[in-house]
T-cell receptor, first 112, second 110 residues
Framework: QKEVEQNSGPLSVPEGAIASLNCTYSDRGSQSFFWYRQYSGKSPELIMSIYSNGDKEDGRFTAQLNKASQYVSLLIRDSQPSDSATYLCAVNFSGGYNKLIFGAGTRLAVHP | DAGVIQSPRHEVTEMGQEVTLRCKLISGHNSLFWYRQTMMRGLELLIYFNNNVPIDDSGMPEDRFSAKMPNASFSTLKIQPSEPRDSAVYFC????????FGPGTRLTVL
């Protein structure tokens, strides 16, 4: 069973803090990893992709990948109320063509 | 690039009616995915195509659901007959190196 696990939350952080979102996956052969943000009533929006072990930074967002531990995370620095959304982790499992397996998502609430 | 285009954006219909949802892929992408999202079940993959060929339709809930991809840029998802439990938001997604979602169709079956 190919699985992607996320804590459903809600994760509540104060404005200006670092929000840390975590994701584990079951397939050791996975090569591509993505984070999507979904606002209520909207479609999922791709915000980060990561393919190699280590960190990848884009503005206030940093994705971290550890393939040995089968773990991928998303850090949001200087969190803003506008970051409040559900964050979906997605993994391209080996042998799955271009099919992504999505986690159930973590709801983030940033309070002023 | 206009991104993934879906139509209609909202559909309200009565039980038993046929519903057709439409999707236009991003130019150059070769994979298309249909998803359904509800509060109870989250985001579910219904079917996906690679180079116009259906690869996996195991997520299609019943024979009432069917999907086609008549050319490289366009797909339809049809529900016939529709039932109230089909009410959900249906997303189409297009993938090249990365996957992008359309705005979705909110379907309400009365």
């Amino acid at each position: 069973q190919k699985e992607v696990e996320q804590n459903s939350g809600p994760l509540s952080v104060p404005e200006g803090a670092i929000a840390s979102l975590n994701c584990t996956y079951s397939d050791r052969g996975s090569q591509s990893f993505f984070w999507y943000r979904q606002y209520s009533g909207k479609s999922p929006e791709l915000i980060m992709s990561i393919y190699s072990n280590g960190d990848k930074e884009d503005g206030r967002f940093t994705a971290q990948l550890n393939k040995a531990s089968q773990y991928v995370s998303l850090l949001i620095r200087d969190s803003q109320p506008s970051d409040s959304a559900t964050y979906l982790c997605a993994v391209n499992f080996s042998g799955g063509y271009n099919k992504l397996i999505f986690g159930a998502g973590t709801r983030l609430a940033v309070h002023p | 690039d206009a991104g993934v285009i879906q139509s209609p954006r909202h559909e309200v219909t009565e039980m038993g009616q046929e519903v057709t949802l439409r999707c236009k892929l991003i130019s150059g992408h070769n994979s298309l995915f249909w998803y359904r999202q509800t509060m109870m079940r989250g985001l579910e993959l219904l079917i996906y195509f690679n180079n116009n060929v259906p690869i996996d339709d195991s997520g299609m809930p019943e024979d009432r659901f069917s999907a086609k991809m008549p050319n490289a840029s366009f797909s339809t998802l049809k529900i016939q007959p529709s039932e109230p439990r089909d009410s959900a938001v249906y997303f189409c997604a297009s993938r090249g190196n990365e996957q992008f979602f359309g705005p979705g169709t909110r379907l309400t079956v009365l």
